[in-house]
C-alpha cells in the first residue's frame, strides 16, 4: 500500500524567503502527484500537478518537482508572502483510480 | 462558476441515525471521490465513482454507501452513523485521463454523538 509522508509537519519563515516542502512515497508505481494548499475551513486548492513523465511543473512563484525513481517531490516557494500561510498537502495517484495523501505542512509565513 | 458542492457543510447528529451527505458538479467531470480527513492520518479515500452506476472502494469503505445515478451526484450515505465516523468529509471530481487534476468542495464537518 502506497504510504505518503510530509517533512517537517510545521514551517515559519519570514516574509520574502524562499522554502522547499518535501513528499516522499514508497512506491513509485505512480500515474501522477498533485501539490494542494488548504485553508482553515475551506477545501483543498489544487497547485500543480506533475505526471510521472515529468520532472517538474511551474506556475507563477512556485515549482514542484519530481524524482519518480527515489520516491520523492518538492514544492519550491520563491518569495514567499503572508498570503501563502495555509497547509500544503501532496497527493500520489497510484496506479488505479486510487489517491493517497499525505500528512501536510503547515506554513506560517511571518510579516 | 466551475464548483463541487457539498451539503450539509456541519452536522451534528446521534448514533445510528441514518443520514446522508450530498455532492454535486457542474463540471461534467466522469470521476468523483469522497475523503474523510481526521488529524495525524490526513486524507483517506473512501469511495470513488468513474461514472454514473460504477464504484469502487478505496482505503476505508466501512460503514459508508456510495452511489452514483446521475453524472453530476455522489452521495455519501451513513446507514448507522457511530463515533468513530466523526470527521471532516470532503468531496472531490475530475476529468476522466489519466493526469486531470481533482475538484474538491469545501468539506463537510460532520459529528456523531
Known amino acids: 500500500k502506497q504510504e505518503v509522508t510530509q517533512i517537517p509537519a510545521a514551517l515559519s519563515v519570514p516574509e520574502g524567503e524562499n522554502l522547499v516542502l518535501n513528499c516522499s512515497f514508497t512506491?513509485?508505481?505512480?500515474?501522477?502527484l498533485q501539490w494542494f494548499r488548504q485553508d482553515p475551513g475551506k477545501g483543498l486548492t489544487s497547485l500543480l500537478l506533475?505526471?510521472?513523465?515529468?520532472r517538474e511543473q511551474t506556475s507563477g512563484r512556485l515549482n514542484a518537482s519530481l524524482d519518480k525513481s527515489s520516491g520523492r517531490s518538492t514544492l519550491y516557494i520563491a518569495a514567499s508572502q503572508p498570503g501563502d500561510s495555509a497547509t500544503y498537502l501532496c497527493?500520489?495517484?497510484?496506479?488505479?483510480?486510487?489517491?493517497?495523501f499525505g500528512t501536510g505542512t503547515s506554513l506560517t509565513v511571518i510579516p | 462558476e466551475a464548483q463541487v458542492t457539498q451539503n450539509p457543510r456541519y452536522l451534528i447528529t446521534v448514533t445510528g441515525k441514518k443520514l446522508t451527505v450530498t455532492c454535486s458538479q457542474n463540471?461534467?467531470?466522469?470521476?468523483m471521490s469522497w475523503y474523510r480527513q481526521d488529524p495525524g492520518l490526513g486524507l483517506r479515500q473512501i469511495y470513488y465513482?468513474?461514472?454514473?452506476?460504477?464504484?469502487d472502494k478505496g482505503d476505508v469503505p466501512e460503514g459508508y454507501k456510495v452511489s452514483r445515478k446521475e453524472k453530476r451526484n455522489f452521495p455519501l450515505i451513513l446507514e448507522s452513523p457511530s463515533p468513530n465516523q466523526t470527521s471532516l468529509y470532503f468531496c472531490?471530481?475530475?476529468?476522466?485521463?489519466?493526469?486531470?487534476?481533482?475538484?474538491f468542495g469545501d468539506g463537510t464537518r460532520l459529528s456523531i454523538l
Open positions: 497527493a500520489v495517484r497510484s496506479t488505479g483510480n486510487q489517491f493517497y
Open positions: 472531490a471530481s475530475r476529468q476522466g485521463g489519466s493526469n486531470q487534476p481533482q475538484h
Open positions: 465513482s468513474m461514472n454514473v452506476e460504477v464504484t
Open positions: 463540471m461534467n467531470h466522469e470521476y
Open positions: 506533475i505526471q510521472s513523465s515529468q
Open positions: 512506491d513509485s508505481a505512480i500515474y501522477n
